[in-house]
């Protein structure tokens, strides 16, 4: 059986003519440390070859506050290490105001694009993403705020997360920049984006997959039901073979589809930080391939 082809460990960040690691490193849980640690964690992701770090506005622990929590601790670790930040790629997103619970209109993404750089103490963010669609914003609207914070190089590159194929098709048209991402949810136990366009979407327009919850919410760490053990047993089969942990096995999964999904890595942890590499590692036949889409469906393929 041939190997599909491996994923390489720096890839395109679709046509932003930037350059990014094939795995990412997520913010979500990050703001709760000290400054030495926090700093600790970002120094660490680094050395493990990760020079994309995805954060948002909404982002932090929720005994601290949440929203604005982890840009700030991020932008104390950039104010008391500068050279950091020519080394990472730096996304994050905006769009989601608690109680509301969306806003995309002009000025509130202006708003919020200005109150992210300020708490990053950044004068530019790499990829900024419209964190969830705002169906009551037209798109001419958002694509109009979008190219003002470019214009004004508050912003190198734009992103979607979380958006259908149809409303980045409608954003899209409105803009003269291109949509260089999307960020859905997309793991071994959620296919949806292997099914709903957005993976051909993103092959045809060139656009960077940026996949969260690449681990299905812990599921795949601790299976609960009868499809998430076949799937986990295939991959501890992988697992064994190649060396690496189960988790690596999972982000590669991913990561050989030929989209070159980039997986957004949660863990605080510094030795899982440590171990991001060994994604880079297993090797996959179609057939074995096809078997964990098979154990998620639940179903054999037509």
């Known amino acids: ?166 409303q980045t098709q409608g954003l899209a048209a409105c803009l003269s920049l291109p949509i260089v991402s999307h960020q859905p949810e997309f793991s071994a136990l959620k296919l949806d984006p292997l099914q709903d366009g957005i993976l051909d979407q993103a092959i045809m327009n060139d656009m960077a997959v940026l996949a969260w919850s690449p681990l299905a919410g812990g599921r795949l760490a601790l299976p609960q039901d009868e499809r998430a053990r076949a799937v986990v047993g295939l991959f501890d089969a992988k697992a064994e073979q190649a060396g690496v942990s189960r988790t690596a096995v999972a982000l590669s999964w991913l990561m050989v589809h030929p989209a070159r999904t980039i997986p957004i890595v949660g863990t605080q942890n510094l030795d899982r930080v440590r171990e991001i590499p060994q994604a880079y590692l297993p090797r996959w036949s179609r057939q074995e391939w096809y078997a964990v889409l098979v154990a998620s469906r639940g179903e054999r393929l037509p």
């Open 1 to 166: 059986m041939s190997d599909l082809p491996a994923p390489e460990p720096i890839r395109p960040l679709g046509r932003s003519g930037m350059s990014v690691s094939s795995v990412a490193w997520g913010m979500w849980r990050f703001g709760g440390e000290d400054l030495a640690s926090a700093q600790k964690l970002v120094e660490t992701a680094l050395e493990a070859g990760v020079t994309l770090f995805d954060t948002a506005d909404i982002y932090g622990p929720s005994d601290l506050g949440g929203f604005g929590v982890a840009e700030s601790q991020l932008g104390r670790v950039l104010e008391a290490s500068p050279g950091l930040r020519r080394r990472m790629v730096l996304a994050t997103k905006g769009g989601i105001v608690f109680g509301t619970p969306y806003n995309s209109s002009a000025a509130y993404l202006a708003s919020a694009i200005d109150a992210s750089l300020k708490r990053m103490q950044v004068d530019r963010i790499d990829l900024w993403q419209i964190h969830r669609p705002d169906i009551l914003t037209h798109p001419g609207e958002i694509a109009r705020a979008l190219e003002e914070a470019h214009r004004a190089g508050k912003i190198a590159a734009i992103g979607v997360s979380n958006y259908t194929a149809a």
